[in-house]
């Protein structure tokens, strides 16, 4: 039974930094397409960043780009999503989701696995 747990969350400055960590359990991470959405008080949840079972795709939602990089380690089975110069606006909780058809896609709907979310708080 695959299971993702996130972790890294918490209470920073606007200009501020954080890394989100996602740990796999259960299976091999390294076939797997990941993503991280996340979701504000009162909004549905939204994608930010995604890549694929290689490494090598990533794809980030417009507002993230320049400012968030997604990366993976197959070793530790561990996707990483470090945010930099964080916004009051980048507030929410943050999920990571797993795909085993391996792609890093933008939709919802193929991840068949969610983390439970860590929380994001951005102070101005």
């Known amino acids: 039974q695959v299971q993702l747990v996130e972790s890294g969350g918490g209470l920073v400055q606007a200009g501020g930094s954080l890394t989100l960590s996602c740990v796999l359990s259960?299976?091999?991470?390294?076939?797997?397409?990941m993503a991280w959405f996340r979701q504000a008080p009162g909004k549905e949840r939204v994608f930010v960043a995604a890549?694929?079972?290689?490494?090598?795709?990533?794809d980030y939602t417009d507002s993230v780009k320049g400012r968030f990089t997604i990366s993976r380690d197959d070793a530790k089975n561990t996707v990483y999503l470090q945010m930099n110069r964080l916004l009051p606006e980048d507030t929410a909780v943050y999920f990571c989701?797993?795909?085993?058809?391996?792609?890093?896609?933008?939709?919802?709907?193929?991840?068949?696995?969610w983390g439970q979310g860590t929380q994001v708080t951005v102070s101005s």
């Open positions: 989701a797993a795909d085993r058809a391996g792609r890093g896609v933008r939709d919802p709907a193929p991840y068949e696995n």
């Open positions: 259960g299976r091999a991470l390294g076939s797997y397409g």
């Open positions: 890549i694929g079972w290689s490494g090598r795709e990533t």
